[in-house]
């Protein structure tokens, strides 16, 4: 199809589905091949591009003064054709048009609209772009051909590949679906998104590949079956389709022969829209089938120009437009006279041109629908106003060399694809079209639904949309309450290699597999994950331990010797008990203080180890409740220094019963001496003064102090008091027992002494009982975790207190509150205590 014009666009477009070569031999003469096979939407594609030429050419405010024509061409779905359609239209290109020339023949064109198949634009533009003549495709979609370097002159108003496999990964974020099979067609379109959607699901990290297959050229039985049993086996329930509908139908005749149901096809804008796939036979397996779409635009004006269409505007013309009259011959099934051979005898009718396209169903008038058609209308009107900027251009103020502008008369391509780069309007149905760097258009996709309908029709109907935003790359915007899933629960169907590990446990990958097929393994304790699909399980803080759940970190529980548990009770009533009985037997012994039986041997130290022991016992209430700093520093100096001061005042009490009954026998009464009542004053007092010393110098060096201790229990804090430095504990420990054992020895030696001085029997008991708690409480305080050290101790300290309390005064206090006939001093020098 021909227009002439002061400007001519060249155009390529499938009218036919195949095409026929010659048998090419040197004798014969030169023959075209022969195409076939009506292809009206591309017709009516064709249509469009010179009905928006001739929308342009009534627009005043675009392009005045200048008509534009067009030379459009079929490429019959064939490289060949194709490439030399797009060779016929650019020859003589490189040569100056000069406009006043009258030139026979179609003028070559400024710009070509097409080509529709990604492998023919790469051909034909890798020519093109060495000539900078610009293309505008309005369907190649291979991001092969974004590289401007192998493609400077080329642009397209339909997304790149790159966008269209961003717009599945986002619907299959959108519902879940980490686990799908690709199949692809084996040319540039295919194999370039099939490598596009492999890297950008990985980089997403939005799911993974189960298998990729090529789909045949041809009819391949053996091939397809191989590839339809890889769909059977698959654990996956959704299947992306990048191939043109030729490809699907191959494949769909194996899918229904096998009868695999149950799938969730994904279209790519191939095949989103093949009315020949949707067909009553083949929609119980491809119902629901979700697609991307090239965005539908509106063409106000198209319709009624189409339906003006007639063969006698054209037939017979000097541009020989052949193309409507085949159009007609398809659409009324005759023939223009002459019609073929043996066509009239078969009953054939011929053509009048007076045929009206209102009474027969044609796809022609059908223009609910317009992508493609949309995308030619675009292309078409990026052209003019790339060639309308360029005539506006001020002389001096160009952007070419010396400020130059292109000129109407000496046009040239490569000035026009300067503006085409630079091109920037909006339709009328709203959409902005402009090119970035690489000459791709501004994305936008409509999401397409397959709607089986009861009566057994089909509708794909529009359920959302996926664009690009400069500030929130892809948007996807659907609306699930429209979709119909082909399903028995009508609802998304689950399509995953593994389920999503819950909180609470991490994912464990499967040597070999993809990282979609993992193992839950739970969080070990101590750790936890809080979202789903964790990669790994993060260690709770030092005070926090893992819920059962292992989702969430707890306080640790706490643990110490406390008041209100039943241990901690019992061991501070026992050493209230303890200070009560001391204070009882003080009463007692004042009360009684005249008496023999308390005056006997220094009633002073009596009362003095009293109070000693009554401070042990009071001591021990340090080691219950929470430590502090403060408890921590006194409640050893306290055990330490009451206890020396008790045994203190037992060592100075078994030395005078010694030295008194020394000094009984002649020559003996120097030696009493030595063991006044200010001696033995002073010797306890310098005794608990060396433990005094000890303590100071422990706390001031290495300071006993509470410490959170979490290695006896993983999920319990215990607090406990360090003690510092074991040396000085040792040391302390060390000094009480060597001054224990020394009077446990000095007792002793004065137990068979005559019943008149033996109170020593009571000490030797005494420090019996003392020792061998004390022996018995190093390794039972080694072994004793937690709390229960301190426990062991308080017990060691009550156990000590009790014996000494009442192995020394539990006789004197029977004596005198029981048998006060004893407590006299003939009955305490005749037969003893």
């Known amino acids: ?45 064709a249509q469009t ?55 026979a023949g179609a003028p070559p064109v400024l710009g070509i609209v097409g080509d529709s198949s990604s492998t023919r634009s790469i051909a034909i533009s890798s020519v093109l772009g060495l000539y900078r003549v610009p293309m505008v495709s309005y369907f190649a979609t291979c991001s092969c051909l974004s590289d401007r370097p192998k493609f400077p002159s080329f642009f397209r108003t339909i997304p790149s590949d790159v966008f269209q496999v961003r717009a599945m990964i986002e619907i299959l974020n959108h519902f879940g679906w980490t686990w799908a099979g690709l199949l692809v067609s084996d040319d540039d ?71 695999v149901t149950g799938l969730q096809w994904i279209a790519s804008e191939a095949w989103t829209a093949a009315t020949m796939l949707q067909t009553p036979h083949l929609m119980p397996y491809l ?107 001020e002389p001096g103020r160009g952007p070419f060399s010396g400020h130059s502008c292109g000129n109407l008369k000496r046009l040239e391509p490569w000035q026009l694809v300067y503006y085409l780069e630079e091109v920037n309007f909006t339709t009328p149905f709203g959409d902005q079209v402009a090119f970035d760097v690489n000459g791709d258009v501004l994305p936008i996709y409509d999401v397409m639904n397959w709607l089986w309908l009861p009566d057994g029709r089909t509708e794909v109907q529009n359920v959302g949309e996926v664009k690009r935003s400069a500030f929130k790359g892809e948007e996807l915007t659907i609306d699930e309450n429209k979709i119909f899933w082909n399903h028995e629960s009508k609802k998304p169907p689950r399509s995953v290699c593994s389920e999503s590990c819950p909180p609470g446990t991490r994912i464990a990958r499967k040597k070999g597999e993809p990282e979609c097929c993992f193992d839950c393994i739970p969080c070990s304790e101590g750790k936890i994950s809080n979202k789903t699909d964790s990669t790994e399980c993060t260690s709770c803080p030092e005070d926090f331990w893992s819920s059962p759940q292992r989702d969430h970190c707890v306080l640790k529980k706490t643990e110490f010797l406390s008041y209100h548990e039943p241990l901690g009770i019992c061991l501070t009533a026992a050493s209230l008990l303890g200070t009560c009985i001391c204070a009882v037997v003080v009463g007692i012994f004042i009360y009684h203080r005249k008496t023999p039986i308390v005056r006997a041997n220094n009633s002073e130290l009596s009362f003095q180890l009293l109070l000693s022991l009554k401070l042990c016992f009071l001591c021990s209430l340090l080691f219950i409740g929470r430590p502090r700093l403060w408890t921590c520093q006194l409640r050893h100096a306290a055990f330490g220094i009451s206890f020396v001061l008790c045994v203190s005042c037992i060592l100075v009490k078994t030395m005078v019963v010694l030295a008194v009954f020394k000094a009984s026998k002649p020559g003996g009464g120097a030696s009493l001496k030595w063991f006044g009542a200010v001696q033995q004053r002073g010797t306890v007092i310098v005794l608990t003064s060396i433990q005094a010393a000890i303590c100071i110098v422990w706390i001031v060096s290495a300071s006993p102090a509470p410490h959170k201790n979490t290695q006896y229990h993983n999920d319990k804090i215990v607090y406990e008091c360090v003690v510092g430095s074991t040396v000085g504990f040792a040391v302390l420990l060390g000094y009480i027992g060597s001054l224990a054992v020394l009077s446990c020895l000095i007792a002793f030696m004065a137990r068979n002494l005559p019943d008149s001085f033996n109170e020593a029997k009571l000490i030797t008991f005494s420090m019996l009982i003392f020792c061998a708690v004390w022996v018995a409480f190093v390794p039972a305080y080694i072994s004793s975790p937690g709390k229960y050290s301190d426990a062991v101790e308080v017990f060691a300290i009550l156990a000590s207190s009790f014996g000494l309390l009442l192995s020394l005064f539990g006789p004197k206090c029977y004596i005198i509150l029981l048998r006060p006939e004893r407590n006299t001093k003939k009955s305490i020098m005749g037969r003893g205590i």
């Not at 195949?18 to 594609?45: A, K």
């Not at 459009?72 to 779905?77: G, R, V």
């Not at 189960?210 to 039985?221: G, M, R, S």
């Open 1 to 45: 199809m021909h227009k002439a014009g002061d400007v001519v666009l060249g155009g390529l477009f499938e009218i036919h589905f195949y095409s026929v070569f010659p048998d090419l031999s040197f004798t014969s003469e030169p023959q075209l091949p022969t195409c076939h096979g009506f292809d009206t939407p591309g017709f009516r594609r």
């Open 287 to 393: 119902g629901g089938t979700l697609g991307i779409a090239i965005r539908r635009g509106e063409i106000p004006g198209l319709r009624e120009f189409l339906r003006q269409i007639r063969p006698d505007q054209h037939h017979n013309n000097s541009n020989g437009n052949s193309m409507v009259n085949q159009f007609w011959e398809h659409t009324f099934q005759c023939r223009f006279a002459p019609p073929p051979a043996g066509w009239m005898e078969a009953g054939g009718t011929l053509c009048t041109g007076q045929e009206d396209l209102e009474e027969v169903e044609t796809e022609l008038l059908d223009i609910s629908n317009l992508r493609l058609e949309y995308n030619v209308y675009k292309a078409v009107y990026a052209l003019a106003y790339a060639l309308d900027d360029m005539l506006k251009c």
């Open 49 to 103: 591009m010179a009905f928006a030429i001739d929308e342009i050419n009534r627009n005043s405010n675009l392009l005045s003064n200048v008509t534009l024509g067009y030379s459009l061409y079929d490429n019959c779905m064939k490289l060949a054709i194709g490439f030399r359609a797009a060779l016929s239209l650019v020859s003589g290109q490189e040569e100056q048009f000069v406009l006043e020339e009258t030139c």
């Open 189 to 259: 379109y295919g194999l370039h998104a099939a490598r596009s959607f492999h890297s950008d699901l990985v980089q997403s990290g939005g799911g993974c590949l189960a298998y990729i297959e090529v789909l045949p050229w041809d009819n391949n039985p053996a091939e397809l079956e191989r590839i339809v049993d890889v769909m059977k086996k698959s654990t996956a329930r959704v299947v992306i389709v990048f191939a043109h509908e030729s490809h699907i139908i191959h494949l769909m005749k194996e899918v229904v022969r096998h009868n």
